[in-house]
């Protein structure tokens, strides 16, 4: 893959240029502040781009806004936001047109995971950390009210970013279970069905979004 990072801490920008090109996959920029990123994108046009969500020049939400850009200019283009806060201001409508990912720093446990997750998002599905999906869900429950809390449960691994499979081994259950929960599910919001994982993430929040 040809990736593009964003990242303001020069080692954190380092170590993931290494660690992605010790991977196979080549770095064509890295930069360490958000003015001036969709211009490199739209120059490079990368399988992904990863992104921190503070950084210069005014260290609040420069990278999230930035990816915001990028993607009004581009919505096919993959973005992976890497970072240790939570912004849900931009997230929203990010996660709403796919290929998209947003993964907290401090709970990247396994290089393994990372890469798999990189990958994903520029195939166009997505990667979201668990806490990044309560707080997309946070002061709209009210929009979940006719689910169970097992429909919940689903719900949240969905988007996450989880196959059927995947889902049915965590819950241990069988994943003809989990394909009712989400009939279920998709029933009770009045959402279509669709065979993609990461397409039903994006109709779930962008209903979630609306409430």
Do not use: C, W
Request: hydrophobic content about 45%; glycine content about 6%.
């Amino acid at each position: 893959m040809r990736v593009v990072i964003a990242e303001d801490s020069v080692l954190f920008r380092e170590g993931l240029t290494r660690l992605l090109t010790e991977s196979g996959h080549e770095v064509v920029a890295a930069v360490g502040a958000a003015n001036g990123l969709p211009g490199i994108v739209r120059e490079h046009r990368p399988d992904v781009a990863v992104i921190d969500v503070r950084m210069p020049p005014t260290m609040t939400d420069d990278g999230a806004r930035a990816a915001q850009e990028i993607r009004d200019e581009s919505p096919q283009q993959p973005i992976l936001l890497l970072s240790q806060h939570v912004e849900t201001r931009h997230s929203v409508n990010l996660v709403s047109t796919g290929a998209f990912g947003y993964l907290l720093k401090d709970r990247v446990l396994r290089v393994g995971d990372f890469l798999d997750s990189l990958t994903r998002v520029a195939e166009g599905g997505s990667a979201l950390d668990p806490e990044i999906v309560s707080a997309l869900l946070a002061g709209r429950k009210s929009g979940l009210a006719d689910l169970s809390a097992r429909e919940r449960e689903v719900l949240a691994l969905v988007a996450e970013g989880h196959s059927n499979m995947s889902i049915a081994a965590r819950l241990v259950v069988t994943e003809r279970t989990v394909e009712a929960h989400m009939r279920s599910i998709f029933q009770r919001l009045q959402l279509p069905e669709s065979p993609e994982s990461h397409r039903r993430v994006l109709a779930v929040l962008a209903y979630l979004r609306t409430q």
